[in-house]
Protein backbone atom coordinates (compact mmCIF):
# COMPACT_ATOMS: atom_id res chain seq x y z
CA UNK A 1 0.00 0.00 0.00
CA UNK A 2 2.66 2.54 1.12
CA UNK A 3 4.62 1.86 -2.01
CA UNK A 4 1.17 2.01 -3.99
CA UNK A 5 0.63 5.73 -2.32
CA UNK A 6 3.71 6.82 -3.62
CA UNK A 7 3.02 6.13 -6.92
CA UNK A 8 -0.39 8.27 -6.56
CA UNK A 9 1.14 11.12 -5.45
CA UNK A 10 3.43 10.95 -7.86
CA UNK A 11 1.50 9.99 -11.02
CA UNK A 12 -2.36 11.49 -9.58
CA UNK A 13 -3.74 10.99 -13.21
CA UNK A 14 -2.27 6.93 -13.17
CA UNK A 15 -5.92 5.38 -13.15
CA UNK A 16 -3.56 2.13 -12.37
CA UNK A 17 -1.46 3.76 -9.27
CA UNK A 18 -4.77 4.77 -7.83
CA UNK A 19 -6.57 1.19 -8.56
CA UNK A 20 -3.28 -0.38 -6.93
CA UNK A 21 -3.82 1.36 -3.99
CA UNK A 22 -7.67 0.78 -4.10
CA UNK A 23 -7.33 -2.75 -4.02
CA UNK A 24 -4.48 -2.53 -1.46
CA UNK A 25 -6.71 -0.88 1.05
CA UNK A 26 -9.54 -3.49 0.36
CA UNK A 27 -7.25 -6.28 1.14
CA UNK A 28 -5.75 -4.78 4.10
CA UNK A 29 -9.44 -4.07 5.30
CA UNK A 30 -10.09 -7.98 5.05
CA UNK A 31 -7.11 -8.26 7.04
CA UNK A 32 -7.71 -6.25 9.95
CA UNK A 33 -11.22 -6.53 9.59
CA UNK A 34 -11.57 -2.29 9.83
CA UNK A 35 -14.61 -1.08 8.06
CA UNK A 36 -12.77 2.19 9.01
CA UNK A 37 -10.01 1.36 6.16
CA UNK A 38 -12.94 -0.58 3.89
CA UNK A 39 -14.30 2.58 3.33
CA UNK A 40 -10.86 4.17 2.24
CA UNK A 41 -10.82 1.43 -0.15
CA UNK A 42 -14.63 1.99 -1.25
CA UNK A 43 -13.58 6.14 -1.39
CA UNK A 44 -10.55 4.95 -3.66
CA UNK A 45 -12.40 2.45 -6.58
CA UNK A 46 -14.88 5.77 -6.81
CA UNK A 47 -11.68 8.05 -7.37
CA UNK A 48 -10.05 5.51 -10.31
CA UNK A 49 -13.38 5.80 -12.35
CA UNK A 50 -13.78 9.58 -11.88
CA UNK A 51 -10.13 10.48 -13.10
CA UNK A 52 -9.76 11.44 -16.71
CA UNK A 53 -8.28 8.93 -19.78
CA UNK A 54 -9.67 5.90 -17.63
CA UNK A 55 -9.82 2.72 -19.70
CA UNK A 56 -13.74 1.50 -19.80
CA UNK A 57 -12.76 -1.94 -18.04
CA UNK A 58 -11.01 -0.42 -15.20
CA UNK A 59 -13.76 2.01 -14.49
CA UNK A 60 -16.26 -0.64 -14.70
CA UNK A 61 -14.12 -3.56 -12.44
CA UNK A 62 -13.27 -0.31 -9.91
CA UNK A 63 -17.55 0.48 -9.61
CA UNK A 64 -18.66 -2.73 -9.17
CA UNK A 65 -16.08 -3.52 -6.49
CA UNK A 66 -17.10 0.10 -5.14
CA UNK A 67 -20.76 -1.15 -4.91
CA UNK A 68 -20.20 -4.49 -3.43
CA UNK A 69 -17.87 -3.57 -0.93
CA UNK A 70 -20.69 -0.39 0.11
CA UNK A 71 -23.29 -3.85 0.24
CA UNK A 72 -20.82 -5.68 2.45
CA UNK A 73 -20.87 -2.53 4.94
CA UNK A 74 -24.85 -2.20 4.76
CA UNK A 75 -24.21 1.01 2.90
CA UNK A 76 -27.60 -0.38 0.53
CA UNK A 77 -28.34 3.16 -0.73
CA UNK A 78 -25.12 4.32 -1.58
CA UNK A 79 -24.31 0.71 -3.40
CA UNK A 80 -27.32 1.71 -5.20
CA UNK A 81 -26.42 4.83 -6.76
CA UNK A 82 -23.27 3.16 -7.88
CA UNK A 83 -25.17 0.37 -9.78
CA UNK A 84 -27.11 2.98 -11.66
CA UNK A 85 -23.76 4.87 -12.43
CA UNK A 86 -22.39 1.34 -13.53
CA UNK A 87 -26.05 1.05 -15.72
CA UNK A 88 -25.57 4.61 -17.23
CA UNK A 89 -22.35 3.80 -18.34
CA UNK A 90 -22.18 0.38 -19.99
CA UNK A 91 -26.10 0.48 -20.69
CA UNK A 92 -25.55 -2.60 -23.08
CA UNK A 93 -24.49 -5.45 -20.26
CA UNK A 94 -26.88 -7.54 -19.04
CA UNK A 95 -25.30 -8.72 -16.06
CA UNK A 96 -24.80 -4.67 -14.55
CA UNK A 97 -28.92 -4.61 -14.98
CA UNK A 98 -29.05 -7.93 -13.59
CA UNK A 99 -27.25 -6.34 -10.48
CA UNK A 100 -29.34 -3.01 -10.33
CA UNK A 101 -32.46 -5.28 -9.99
CA UNK A 102 -30.51 -6.66 -6.71
CA UNK A 103 -29.44 -3.27 -5.36
CA UNK A 104 -33.04 -2.46 -5.73
CA UNK A 105 -34.31 -5.89 -3.78
CA UNK A 106 -31.79 -5.26 -0.89
CA UNK A 107 -33.52 -1.88 -0.08
CA UNK A 108 -37.12 -3.08 -0.20
CA UNK A 109 -38.12 -1.43 -3.82
CA UNK A 110 -39.14 -4.33 -5.83
CA UNK A 111 -41.44 -2.23 -8.08
CA UNK A 112 -37.92 -0.34 -9.66
CA UNK A 113 -36.50 -4.25 -9.23
CA UNK A 114 -39.45 -5.81 -10.92
CA UNK A 115 -38.88 -2.65 -13.64
CA UNK A 116 -35.27 -3.81 -14.12
CA UNK A 117 -35.82 -7.29 -14.74
CA UNK A 118 -39.03 -6.96 -16.96
CA UNK A 119 -36.30 -4.62 -18.94
CA UNK A 120 -33.52 -7.40 -18.83
CA UNK A 121 -36.11 -10.37 -19.59
CA UNK A 122 -37.31 -7.95 -22.83
CA UNK A 123 -33.76 -7.53 -24.12
CA UNK A 124 -32.63 -11.27 -23.36
CA UNK A 125 -35.64 -13.44 -22.51
CA UNK A 126 -33.48 -16.98 -21.83
CA UNK A 127 -31.61 -14.72 -18.58
CA UNK A 128 -32.00 -17.58 -16.12
CA UNK A 129 -30.52 -14.66 -13.13
CA UNK A 130 -33.39 -12.55 -14.17
CA UNK A 131 -35.81 -15.18 -14.20
CA UNK A 132 -35.65 -16.02 -10.53
CA UNK A 133 -35.12 -12.81 -9.53
CA UNK A 134 -38.60 -11.88 -11.24
CA UNK A 135 -40.31 -14.74 -10.25
CA UNK A 136 -39.36 -14.00 -6.29
CA UNK A 137 -40.81 -10.91 -7.38
CA UNK A 138 -44.12 -12.08 -8.67
CA UNK A 139 -44.31 -14.40 -5.82
CA UNK A 140 -43.83 -11.67 -3.36
CA UNK A 141 -46.60 -9.97 -4.25
CA UNK A 142 -48.90 -13.24 -4.16
CA UNK A 143 -48.84 -13.94 -7.63
CA UNK A 144 -48.44 -17.66 -7.00
CA UNK A 145 -49.45 -19.41 -10.36
CA UNK A 146 -47.46 -16.53 -12.06
CA UNK A 147 -44.08 -16.61 -10.62
CA UNK A 148 -43.65 -20.55 -11.13
CA UNK A 149 -42.69 -20.75 -14.54
CA UNK A 150 -40.03 -18.28 -13.80
CA UNK A 151 -38.77 -19.37 -10.30
CA UNK A 152 -38.88 -22.92 -12.76
CA UNK A 153 -37.04 -21.91 -15.78
CA UNK A 154 -34.77 -19.88 -13.64
CA UNK A 155 -33.38 -22.68 -11.83
CA UNK A 156 -33.20 -25.11 -14.84
CA UNK A 157 -31.08 -22.52 -16.46
CA UNK A 158 -28.34 -22.85 -14.31
CA UNK A 159 -26.85 -20.15 -14.86
CA UNK A 160 -24.65 -17.96 -12.36
CA UNK A 161 -26.48 -16.78 -8.98
CA UNK A 162 -29.25 -19.08 -9.41
CA UNK A 163 -28.52 -21.82 -7.42
CA UNK A 164 -29.76 -20.20 -4.20
CA UNK A 165 -31.98 -21.84 -1.45
CA UNK A 166 -34.66 -19.27 -1.46
CA UNK A 167 -35.44 -20.05 -5.26
CA UNK A 168 -36.14 -23.79 -4.58
CA UNK A 169 -38.15 -22.73 -1.01
CA UNK A 170 -40.44 -20.09 -2.84
CA UNK A 171 -40.98 -22.82 -6.32
CA UNK A 172 -41.52 -25.67 -4.15
CA UNK A 173 -43.93 -23.15 -1.85
CA UNK A 174 -45.74 -21.77 -5.20
CA UNK A 175 -46.56 -25.19 -6.31
CA UNK A 176 -47.78 -26.82 -3.42
CA UNK A 177 -50.15 -23.84 -2.85
CA UNK A 178 -51.44 -24.51 -6.50
CA UNK A 179 -51.85 -28.34 -5.40
CA UNK A 180 -48.95 -29.54 -7.92
CA UNK A 181 -47.12 -32.50 -6.18
CA UNK A 182 -43.83 -31.54 -8.12
CA UNK A 183 -43.35 -29.22 -5.54
CA UNK A 184 -41.09 -32.37 -3.77
CA UNK A 185 -39.10 -32.85 -7.03
CA UNK A 186 -37.92 -29.41 -6.27
CA UNK A 187 -37.09 -29.44 -2.80
CA UNK A 188 -34.78 -32.94 -3.42
CA UNK A 189 -32.85 -31.09 -5.81
CA UNK A 190 -32.68 -28.00 -3.45
CA UNK A 191 -31.89 -30.63 -0.42
CA UNK A 192 -29.26 -32.24 -3.10
CA UNK A 193 -27.73 -29.24 -3.88
CA UNK A 194 -26.95 -28.42 -0.65
CA UNK A 195 -29.59 -25.86 0.37
CA UNK A 196 -31.99 -28.09 2.66
CA UNK A 197 -30.92 -30.34 5.64
CA UNK A 198 -33.82 -32.89 4.02
CA UNK A 199 -36.70 -32.88 1.82
CA UNK A 200 -38.90 -32.33 4.89
CA UNK A 201 -36.79 -29.49 6.78
CA UNK A 202 -35.97 -26.49 4.86
CA UNK A 203 -34.89 -23.84 7.14
CA UNK A 204 -32.35 -21.62 5.62
CA UNK A 205 -30.75 -20.17 8.66
CA UNK A 206 -29.14 -23.00 10.21
CA UNK A 207 -26.29 -24.54 12.63
CA UNK A 208 -24.93 -27.60 10.96
CA UNK A 209 -25.41 -30.95 13.07
CA UNK A 210 -28.02 -30.82 15.34
CA UNK A 211 -30.41 -33.04 15.89
CA UNK A 212 -32.87 -33.12 13.38
CA UNK A 213 -36.40 -34.68 13.68
CA UNK A 214 -40.09 -33.46 13.63
CA UNK A 215 -41.43 -34.58 16.86
CA UNK A 216 -39.93 -34.53 20.29
CA UNK A 217 -40.80 -35.27 23.70
CA UNK A 218 -40.10 -32.97 27.20
CA UNK A 219 -37.38 -35.72 28.08
CA UNK A 220 -35.48 -35.49 24.97
CA UNK A 221 -35.50 -31.72 25.31
CA UNK A 222 -34.18 -31.33 28.83
CA UNK A 223 -36.85 -28.61 29.06
CA UNK A 224 -39.03 -30.68 31.16
CA UNK A 225 -38.92 -28.28 34.06
CA UNK A 226 -40.20 -25.30 31.59
CA UNK A 227 -43.08 -27.99 30.31
CA UNK A 228 -44.10 -29.27 33.82
CA UNK A 229 -44.71 -25.25 34.70
CA UNK A 230 -46.48 -24.67 31.47
CA UNK A 231 -49.10 -27.72 31.98
CA UNK A 232 -49.16 -27.10 35.91
CA UNK A 233 -50.19 -23.12 35.47
CA UNK A 234 -52.21 -24.15 32.12
CA UNK A 235 -55.57 -22.68 33.73
CA UNK A 236 -53.82 -19.39 34.78
CA UNK A 237 -52.07 -18.71 30.93
CA UNK A 238 -55.61 -19.71 29.62
CA UNK A 239 -57.63 -17.10 31.92
CA UNK A 240 -55.35 -14.18 31.34
CA UNK A 241 -55.26 -14.75 27.79
CA UNK A 242 -59.14 -15.18 27.34
CA UNK A 243 -59.02 -11.58 29.26
CA UNK A 244 -56.98 -10.20 26.66
CA UNK A 245 -59.29 -11.55 23.73
CA UNK A 246 -62.22 -10.28 25.96
CA UNK A 247 -60.99 -6.58 25.52
CA UNK A 248 -61.76 -7.16 22.18
CA UNK A 249 -59.77 -8.04 18.71
CA UNK A 250 -57.00 -5.10 18.99
CA UNK A 251 -54.48 -6.65 20.99
CA UNK A 252 -54.26 -10.51 19.12
CA UNK A 253 -52.87 -9.62 15.52
CA UNK A 254 -53.60 -11.39 12.17
CA UNK A 255 -50.62 -13.60 10.84
CA UNK A 256 -48.79 -11.31 8.49
CA UNK A 257 -46.55 -13.95 7.04
CA UNK A 258 -49.14 -14.81 4.25
CA UNK A 259 -49.44 -18.51 5.86
CA UNK A 260 -53.30 -19.15 5.78
CA UNK A 261 -55.18 -20.15 2.43
CA UNK A 262 -58.22 -19.43 4.44
CA UNK A 263 -59.53 -18.09 7.63
CA UNK A 264 -58.73 -16.27 10.86
CA UNK A 265 -55.18 -16.58 12.37
CA UNK A 266 -54.21 -14.27 15.10
CA UNK A 267 -51.49 -13.87 17.43
CA UNK A 268 -50.70 -11.69 20.65
CA UNK A 269 -46.75 -11.76 21.32
CA UNK A 270 -45.15 -11.34 24.86
CA UNK A 271 -41.53 -11.89 23.89
CA UNK A 272 -39.62 -11.68 20.15
CA UNK A 273 -36.26 -12.03 19.39
CA UNK A 274 -35.65 -12.83 23.13
CA UNK A 275 -37.11 -8.85 23.95
CA UNK A 276 -39.79 -9.03 26.14
CA UNK A 277 -43.14 -6.70 24.79
CA UNK A 278 -43.82 -5.15 28.37
CA UNK A 279 -46.96 -3.27 27.18
CA UNK A 280 -48.17 -6.89 25.94
CA UNK A 281 -47.18 -8.49 29.46
CA UNK A 282 -49.26 -5.67 31.50
CA UNK A 283 -52.08 -7.88 29.98
CA UNK A 284 -50.56 -10.84 31.40
CA UNK A 285 -48.51 -10.54 34.33
CA UNK A 286 -48.47 -14.04 36.12
CA UNK A 287 -48.07 -15.50 32.61
CA UNK A 288 -44.95 -13.57 32.01
CA UNK A 289 -43.73 -13.93 35.85
CA UNK A 290 -44.17 -17.78 35.41
CA UNK A 291 -41.82 -17.59 32.10
CA UNK A 292 -38.90 -15.13 33.50
CA UNK A 293 -37.48 -18.21 35.20
CA UNK A 294 -36.63 -19.72 31.83
CA UNK A 295 -34.24 -18.29 29.95
CA UNK A 296 -34.29 -20.69 27.27
CA UNK A 297 -37.62 -19.44 26.50
CA UNK A 298 -37.17 -15.79 27.14
CA UNK A 299 -33.55 -15.60 25.70
CA UNK A 300 -34.60 -17.41 22.59
CA UNK A 301 -33.60 -14.82 19.98
CA UNK A 302 -34.72 -16.87 17.43
CA UNK A 303 -38.46 -17.69 18.30
CA UNK A 304 -41.11 -15.76 20.35
CA UNK A 305 -43.61 -16.32 22.73
CA UNK A 306 -46.75 -15.82 22.06
CA UNK A 307 -50.84 -16.83 22.60
CA UNK A 308 -52.36 -18.30 19.08
CA UNK A 309 -55.58 -17.65 18.58
CA UNK A 310 -57.27 -19.86 15.34
CA UNK A 311 -61.19 -20.01 14.05
CA UNK A 312 -63.05 -22.31 12.58
CA UNK A 313 -62.46 -22.66 8.57
CA UNK A 314 -58.80 -21.58 8.94
CA UNK A 315 -56.27 -23.49 6.38
CA UNK A 316 -53.07 -22.64 7.03
CA UNK A 317 -50.56 -23.77 3.97
CA UNK A 318 -47.17 -25.97 4.48
CA UNK A 319 -44.70 -23.96 5.65
CA UNK A 320 -41.19 -23.55 6.85
CA UNK A 321 -39.68 -21.51 10.16
CA UNK A 322 -36.68 -20.18 9.22
CA UNK A 323 -33.89 -21.52 11.41
CA UNK A 324 -33.16 -25.06 12.83
CA UNK A 325 -32.00 -23.23 16.14
CA UNK A 326 -35.02 -23.08 18.08
CA UNK A 327 -37.82 -25.41 18.92
CA UNK A 328 -41.46 -24.68 18.91
CA UNK A 329 -43.83 -25.77 22.36
CA UNK A 330 -47.38 -25.59 21.98
CA UNK A 331 -49.83 -25.79 25.01
CA UNK A 332 -52.88 -26.47 24.63
CA UNK A 333 -55.62 -24.18 26.26
CA UNK A 334 -59.19 -23.83 24.37
CA UNK A 335 -59.35 -26.92 22.10
CA UNK A 336 -62.67 -28.23 20.53
CA UNK A 337 -63.34 -31.50 20.76
CA UNK A 338 -62.69 -32.57 17.04
CA UNK A 339 -61.84 -30.78 13.93
CA UNK A 340 -58.35 -29.08 14.91
CA UNK A 341 -55.08 -31.01 13.52
CA UNK A 342 -51.62 -30.31 12.86
CA UNK A 343 -49.07 -32.24 10.68
CA UNK A 344 -45.16 -32.07 11.19
CA UNK A 345 -43.54 -33.53 8.42
CA UNK A 346 -45.75 -36.85 7.69
CA UNK A 347 -47.49 -37.23 11.33
CA UNK A 348 -50.60 -35.46 12.79
CA UNK A 349 -51.15 -34.95 15.82
CA UNK A 350 -54.39 -33.40 18.12
CA UNK A 351 -53.70 -30.97 20.92
CA UNK A 352 -55.25 -31.58 24.10
CA UNK A 353 -56.19 -28.73 27.38
CA UNK A 354 -53.15 -28.71 29.75
CA UNK A 355 -51.09 -30.83 27.65
CA UNK A 356 -47.65 -29.36 25.69
CA UNK A 357 -46.72 -30.53 21.94
CA UNK A 358 -43.21 -30.22 20.89
CA UNK A 359 -41.97 -29.86 17.59
CA UNK A 360 -39.17 -28.54 15.39
CA UNK A 361 -40.59 -25.98 12.96
CA UNK A 362 -38.06 -26.09 10.36
CA UNK A 363 -39.93 -29.46 9.20
CA UNK A 364 -42.87 -28.13 6.70
CA UNK A 365 -46.37 -28.25 9.26
CA UNK A 366 -49.36 -27.36 8.15
CA UNK A 367 -52.54 -26.82 10.31
CA UNK A 368 -56.25 -27.24 9.83
CA UNK A 369 -59.06 -25.78 11.74
CA UNK A 370 -62.75 -27.45 11.01
CA UNK A 371 -64.02 -27.40 14.20
CA UNK A 372 -67.16 -25.24 15.23
CA UNK A 373 -65.37 -22.72 17.83
CA UNK A 374 -61.87 -21.28 18.29
CA UNK A 375 -58.99 -22.80 19.13
CA UNK A 376 -56.72 -21.21 21.85
CA UNK A 377 -52.79 -22.58 22.68
CA UNK A 378 -49.82 -20.84 23.82
CA UNK A 379 -46.87 -20.78 21.63
CA UNK A 380 -43.08 -21.03 23.48
CA UNK A 381 -39.96 -21.29 21.57
CA UNK A 382 -36.87 -22.72 23.14
CA UNK A 383 -33.40 -22.47 22.22
CA UNK A 384 -32.33 -26.15 20.25
CA UNK A 385 -31.16 -28.17 23.90
CA UNK A 386 -28.05 -28.61 22.11
CA UNK A 387 -26.67 -25.29 20.98
CA UNK A 388 -23.99 -24.37 23.31
CA UNK A 389 -24.27 -21.12 25.67
CA UNK A 390 -21.67 -19.25 23.97
CA UNK A 391 -23.83 -20.02 20.22
CA UNK A 392 -27.15 -18.87 22.75
CA UNK A 393 -25.49 -15.52 23.36
CA UNK A 394 -23.80 -15.00 19.70
CA UNK A 395 -25.96 -16.06 16.81
CA UNK A 396 -27.54 -13.11 15.18
CA UNK A 397 -31.55 -12.82 15.98
CA UNK A 398 -34.24 -13.90 13.59
Given amino acids: MKAFEVLVSKYPQSPRARYG ?34 PADLVKLSLKRQADRQQFLG ?33 G ?12 LSL ?21 AESIPYLKEGLESGDPGTDDGRFYFHLGDALQRVGNKE ?11 GHFASVWQRSLYNVNGLKAQPWW ?51 FTLWQQGRKNENACKGVHKTCALLERFPEATGCRRGQIKYSVMHPGTHVWPHTG ?18 CRIRCAEENRTWKEGKV ?4 DSFEHEVWQDADSYRLIFIVDVWHPELTPQQRRTLPAI
Fill in 357 to 360: LIFD
Fill in 124 to 144: APNDGFAKVHYGFILKAENKI
Fill in 109 to 120: DNSNAKKVYEEV
Fill in 75 to 107: HMRGSLVTLQKLVHLFSNDISLKNDLGVGYLLI
Fill in 183 to 193: AYKWYELGHQR
Fill in 21 to 54: KAQCEDDLAEKMRSNEILQKAINTFEEVASLPDV
Fill in 322 to 339: PTNCRLRMHLGLVIPKEG
Fill in 217 to 267: TAKETGYTELVKSLEKNWKLIRDEGLAVMDKGKGLFLPEDENLREKGDWSQ
